[in-house]
């Protein structure tokens, strides 16, 4: 697992220096695999690296343990804005790291009228708390 700092916190490039589109170029993602069973493989298995940008303190926790834990090894490039690290709307409860929890690729947030939505917009990290 490699941790690089990401972002614009206003510190200048040598502290925002991951350059996550070209870890993204390295990348080789054929998506999911179905097995005979019809159950799909991990979708990691054949990829050649992973490159995650968390938002959540327990995605974070849910990445890493999901990493230490599969039965192959592949490297994981982890894209970390620095000032996430003390923002106080960066925390996450104990019930999101309790058991039955697991990495979500995709945080869903509550909306009062999902009807009523007209835009999606996919944020990660630093993005979505200043948004």
């Known amino acids: ?20 589109e070209r870890f993204l170029q390295l990348c080789d993602s054929p998506g999911l695999y179905p097995l005979a069973n019809g159950e799909a493989m991990d979708e990691n298995y054949n990829v050649n690296m992973i490159v995650a940008n968390m938002t959540t303190p327990a995605n974070y926790f849910h990445f890493l343990r999901r990493q230490q834990l599969r039965n192959f090894r592949k ?43 007209k835009k999606v917009l996919f944020c990660s990290g630093k993005i979505f708390y200043d948004l």
């Open 1 to 20: 697992v490699m941790l690089l700092p990401h972002g614009y916190d206003g510190a200048g490039p040598e502290h925002s220096n991951a350059r996550p």
């Open 75 to 117: 490297p994981a490039v982890i894209m970390a804005p620095k000032t996430l690290l003390r923002d106080p709307r960066a925390v996450s409860s104990l019930e999101d790291m309790a058991p039955g929890t697991k990495f979500e690729p995709v945080l869903v947030e509550d909306t009062p009228n999902p009807t009523g939505i």
